[in-house]
């Protein structure tokens, strides 16, 4: 009997060795890349393309920005509200955005986004994978450019957009806080928490269209690194424009040559979101296992995920983090426009130095 028990246990043991083995297999890709799929080796020409030739080798540039910022125009134009009302809701993360470009690029929320849509179009060409795919690839290698960014998620096989998305899908900066939750349920079921979590990819963001006599003027003092201190910021008392005052979306911001919009500014200050806004101060483990998560379920909007090939081991991995949270010089904790009612503002160092002004940033 025992030896029958010692000849079942090995059985199985090995049963479960090659599954495992079959779960950990690796594929040797024609340019000698290695990836978990095969499906997957056609990525690697596109990303040697989009790190050479889009992302200035390797850079955090404006064209990461911009190629983020179109990740998320692409994929919230979906409404199952819209459907139920018998009309075309979308499609998600479908490529609709530039294969439909002479329409959605001139819904009033896309201002701007034809600028990357056509600097990558020639990449998107030579690529060999769908629109929707490449549109999705791009946001997640640029971003892994950035010092203290996640690696995100990449898929493959989504089908491409055959009818634009509609318009108003796209939330807009003035827009109410309500309006806003309201947008991200419908588009995805996400959540207040899940809304802040994506707002983090404000922290590597400029804007060239909210006042465009200032293009380029970022979000927070460091735009070339993934970092807490977008959040640290969105909550200092605003003081003045960087640029023209009266712009439709655009609030006080703390810092000369630094842009906050009121959609940032109510969700920091919101009851429903204050706290888990404060909750990234001085929590980078946060900030990118929250964003990696959000960022994953946006991408694959409108797509069964489980139709899709798994392709995330082909980004790079990203910098390690190059900064500590901080005030800007001349900004102190007394500068915070307290809102989480339940927790206090971390305490923080200040930057030494004189008042702190932040560079715009440069044109790729």
Do not use: Y
């Amino acid at each position: 009997m025992a030896f029958k028990t010692l000849v079942s246990f090995v059985s199985v043991l090995a049963t479960l060795q090659v599954a495992q083995g079959g779960l950990t297999r690796r594929v040797t890709c024609a340019d000698g890349s290695v990836t978990s799929n095969e499906a997957c080796c056609v990525l690697f020409p596109v990303i040697q393309d989009l790190q050479a030739n889009l992302f200035d080798n390797g850079e955090c540039g404006e064209d990461v920005h911009e190629s983020l910022r179109l990740t998320f125009h692409d994929a919230i134009g979906i409404s199952p509200a819209i459907a139920a009302r018998g009309q075309f809701g979308g499609g998600g993360a479908d490529g609709s955005i530039a294969i439909f470009e002479d329409i959605e690029t001139n819904f009033h929320a896309n201002l701007g986004v034809d600028e990357i849509i056509d600097e990558q179009r020639p990449l998107v060409q030579r690529s060999n994978i769908s629109t929707a795919d490449f549109i999705q690839l791009a946001g997640a290698i640029g971003v892994a450019n950035c010092p203290g960014a996640p690696r995100l998620a990449v898929f493959v096989g989504r089908p491409d957009a055959t009818q634009p998305a509609p318009d108003l899908t796209v939330p807009e900066p003035f827009d109410t806080v309500d309006s806003i939750l309201s947008r991200f349920s419908d588009a995805g079921g996400f959540t207040p928490e899940e809304v802040v979590a994506l707002l983090a990819s404000h922290t590597v963001a400029a804007a060239d269209h909210v006042d465009p006599t200032i293009p380029g003027t970022p979000f927070d003092s460091t735009p070339e690194l993934f970092d807490t201190q977008f959040f640290i910021e969105t909550q200092l008392r605003g003081t003045g424009f960087p640029g023209t005052a009266g712009n439709q979306g655009e609030v006080e911001s703390p810092l000369a040559g630094e842009i906050r919009l009121q959609s940032d500014s109510e969700l920091a200050r919101d009851s429903r979101t204050a706290c888990e806004w404060q909750s990234f101060v001085n929590n980078q483990a946060k900030l990118q296992s929250a964003f990696a998560a959000a960022f994953r379920k946006m991408t694959v909007l409108g797509n069964d995920e489980n139709s899709l090939v798994d392709c995330s081991d082909v980004v790079q991995q990203p910098p390690p983090p190059a900064s500590n949270a901080h005030f800007p010089a001349g900004l102190s904790n007394t500068d915070i426009e307290q809102a989480c009612a339940s927790t206090p503002f971390p305490t923080l160092p200040t930057d030494p130095g004189p008042v702190t002004s932040v560079a715009p940033v440069p044109p790729s």
